[in-house]
């Protein structure tokens, strides 16, 4: 397998949000991800690829201790951000998803108006000390989502009206609220047809300035579109995980390469 | 021949005519299945079907008709003057019956050849006293014209059945026939099979609507009755429950108005018990219990639905009601005077509907997608922020369904009512004071041994129409509750 820490670590040390070592994930008794490291650099779009049941969505929800929700996940190995280790006992996982903000794979809206859906968050970590900071936070936050000129007329309509592309659209901006400093996308644009998708990558990609975004993705044009570092995943393993570029056009193992030309997955 | 025999034969001839049609088909399809439009099975089915259904349904019509035909035909046997002044027609065709069975059953024992029953005279013969010797039940002397007339009653009823079982017969063999001959394997067999089923089907279903509606039907006729007797104003709005009971005498004050009083304060005493403690345990099993824990507790907590109301009324009286007396009675507070009152019924009644409440709630609250819960935790919130904030107004449509549910089943109780909270009809605001229900009053007005014709018995008609009204509405708006919240996440 290709050793990426030691290799990365050299040449961006300052910059590495998320630092993976060893990780190892069980469901009851199925080892799901077999010692996987892996470093998530700062302001830049990572993609996780791979076949179906490989293990990157497991991974991505390791993350942000989405796994702690389901009794029989086990996780073992280190997972750092900035430098701290996000399983130690003193972390609280609701304090940290709150920094390691997430979006799912089917657009969820709350059965809440669109304007409570965004002030979710806000609201539940005391963001806003008035009315006024609280608008002011749904707005920027639905211009982010780059969904405020569709909405900003109707902000007390329910968000389950919306169509699906807003809809996703929608949560990211609900996401971006809390001010997270990493954002987790597990398959976002699944759901969405080819105009929802073109405009949500065009948001991940803003969204990149602010974020370290890690998108989970079944996509190979849109993992090479809207990512700078793709990060290969095979029954568990990570296989490889390198600049996009270099991934796409000049891959190191022959798995991946027979993945993105489509021969086994 | 009696009727169980007729109807095996029918059954019998059915299963023949299945196995004599499933071989037709098989011997023209020259033992190749394949040729066959349905399998084997569904040309038989269809034969059977042809020959046993109209049979039975003739059957059964014939049973309704047959009584009808020979009431009237014997009731014109008894001259008026048959008749005694006290009694009625109606009263005198019971005897002619019982006289008929007086018959059969001396026939039965041999006290009395077939021929002496049918040709014995009344006046000549001590008929009255060989029917007693024989077991059977004779209220007075029989006369001469009830003795005729129950001989042509027998008469009249032996012929009937004749014809019927031949009928029945005969048509069980023609249908029989009919599908035997439409038996070929190009014969759709299995779609007509399909359509006898929903038929049945439909069947089915317009019997348990028809049987509501006949049931509202007889709350409506002694209503409009009752209504006749008593002003309704007075009804709706009297203040007042004093029924006179017969033999006593004077006007009654039928006023539905504390009825309904109580009704409300012993059904909001319950839902102010059952509503917090049936939801937070709701919270408790769908969100935070272990699977271990949740697969013991729920069944444990249904089994207080399995309890009957009568268990929960001697529940109130012998334990809640002293309880509570001994806490708020003339030793302690000293505002109860006696076991039963609202409070007693309301809290026992709390506990009986824990279960529906619960029970509901936890399926609507897990009905709520994982999806929801995902997406307020991974926005940071905790699980009970996540339950107050996402879960719970995701559920409330539900959730406020299940409460009126649980409502319409507390306004409808009667046994904890009766046991706990006294027979009292009053208006008064003291939770410990003994109060009555509609439904406890219902019970007491046909129990009694009051005129049925009377007002006194009628208004338990109005009552139940009253209630029957009330527990309807707070269905039905349950119901449209419930639908919207499904068109939720569709």
């Not at chain 1, 970590?125 to 707005?139: Q, S």
């Not at chain 2, 349904?57 to 046997?77: C, D, E, F, K, R």
């Not at chain 2, 507070?333 to 009644?349: I, K």
Request: glycine share 8%.
């Amino acid at each position: 397998m290709y050793d990426i820490p030691h290799h990365t670590q050299e040449t961006a040390v300052t910059d590495v949000k998320i630092k993976a070592k060893d990780v190892q994930v069980y469901y009851g008794d199925t080892h799901a991800i077999k010692d996987v490291s892996v470093e998530i650099e700062n302001n830049t779009v990572t993609a996780f690829i791979g076949p179906s049941g490989c293990g990157k969505s497991t991974f991505l929800r390791c993350l942000n201790r989405m796994n702690d929700t389901i009794d029989i996940c086990r996780v073992q190995g280190d997972i750092l951000i900035d430098g701290e280790d996000i399983y130690d006992k003193r972390v609280d996982p609701v304090q940290l998803r709150a920094k390691v903000g997430m979006v799912f794979q089917k657009p969820n809206p709350f059965p809440k108006s669109i304007y409570d859906n965004i002030a979710y968050g806000p609201r539940i970590h005391g963001m806003a000390r008035n009315k006024a900071e609280l608008d002011e936070i749904v707005e920027r936050a639905l211009r982010r989502g780059a969904i405020w000129d569709e909405v900003k007329d109707r902000l007390q309509a329910p968000g389950t009206g919306l169509s699906g592309g807003q809809q996703q659209r929608l949560c990211i901006a609900r996401a971006v609220a809390t001010e997270p400093e990493v954002l987790l996308m597990d398959e976002p644009c699944s759901a969405l047809d080819p105009i929802a998708t073109a405009q949500v990558e065009e948001l991940i990609d803003e969204l990149r300035q602010n974020y370290a975004v890690v998108i989970v993705t079944h996509s190979m044009q849109q993992a090479a579109r809207v990512s700078q570092k793709t990060a290969f995943f095979h029954l568990g393993n990570l296989v490889e995980y390198d600049d996009t570029s270099k991934i796409f056009t000049n891959p190191e193992d022959s798995r991946t390469e027979s993945y993105i030309t489509g021969r086994i997955g | 021949m009696p009727l169980l025999w007729l109807i095996l034969l029918v059954l019998a001839i059915a299963a023949g005519v299945f196995i004599f049609a499933r071989a037709r088909v098989l011997a023209q399809s020259g033992q190749d299945r394949r040729t066959l439009h349905s399998l084997p099975n569904y040309y038989g089915s269809n034969a059977a079907m042809k020959s046993a259904i109209p049979a039975l349904l003739v059957l059964v019509i014939w049973l309704i008709a047959q009584p009808l035909y020979v009431n009237t035909s014997v009731s014109g046997m008894i001259p008026d003057t048959a008749i005694a002044e006290s009694s009625s027609r109606s009263l005198v065709l019971a005897e002619v019956r019982r006289t008929a069975e007086g018959l059969d059953l001396a026939i039965a024992t041999g006290n009395m050849t077939e021929d002496e029953a049918r040709n014995m005279r009344a006046d000549i013969s001590d008929v009255t006293q060989r029917l007693s010797d024989a077991g059977a039940i004779v209220t007075s002397q029989v006369t001469q014209p009830v003795l005729r007339a129950a001989q042509q009653f027998r008469v009249l009823n032996a012929t009937g059945y004749q014809i019927m079982t031949a009928v029945v017969l005969l048509i069980a063999i023609a249908g029989g026939l009919w599908g035997v001959r439409e038996t070929r394997p190009e014969f759709r067999a299995r779609n007509v099979v399909e359509q006898g089923i929903c038929v049945l089907l439909i069947a089915a279903a317009s019997i348990a609507i028809l049987t509501t509606l006949g049931i509202v039907l007889s709350l409506v006729f002694n209503t409009i009755e009752f209504f006749r007797l008593y002003p309704a104003s007075e009804f709706f709005f009297g203040t007042s429950w004093a029924p006179s009971f017969s033999g006593r005498g004077g006007a009654s004050d039928l006023g539905i108005l504390p009825l309904l009083w109580g009704t409300f304060y012993i059904s909001i005493v319950a839902l102010i018990v059952a509503v917090p403690i049936g939801l937070f345990s709701a919270i408790y099993l769908s969100e935070y219990a272990s699977p271990k824990v949740r697969a013991f507790a729920k069944p444990m907590l249904e089994v207080l639905a399995g309890i009957p109301t009568i268990v929960y009324g001697l529940f109130a009286l012998l334990t809640v009601g002293p309880l509570l007396v001994s806490v708020f009675g003339d030793d302690g507070l000293g505002w109860m005077q006696a076991g039963t009152a609202v409070m007693t019924a309301g809290l026992v009644m709390g506990i009986m509907l824990i279960p529906f409440v619960s029970s509901l709630s936890d399926d609507i609250i897990n009905a709520v997608p994982q999806a929801m819960r995902d997406g307020s935790y991974g926005l940071g919130a905790t699980q009970s922020e996540t339950i107050r904030q996402v879960v719970l107004p995701a559920a409330l449509p539900g959730i406020v369904g299940a409460i009126l549910l649980a409502a319409s089943r507390a306004i409808g109780e009667t046994m904890i009512v009766v046991l706990g909270a006294g027979a009292a009809a009053r208006l008064s605001l003291n939770p410990f004071d003994a109060m009555t229900t509609v439904t406890a009053k219902i019970v007491s007005q046909l129990t009694g041994d009051s005129d049925f014709a009377s007002p006194e018995a009628l208004v338990a008609f109005a009552l139940g129409m009253t209630l029957f009204v009330i527990t309807l509405g707070l269905n039905i708006f349950a119901l449209y509750i419930v639908r919207k919240y499904r068109e939720q996440y569709e």
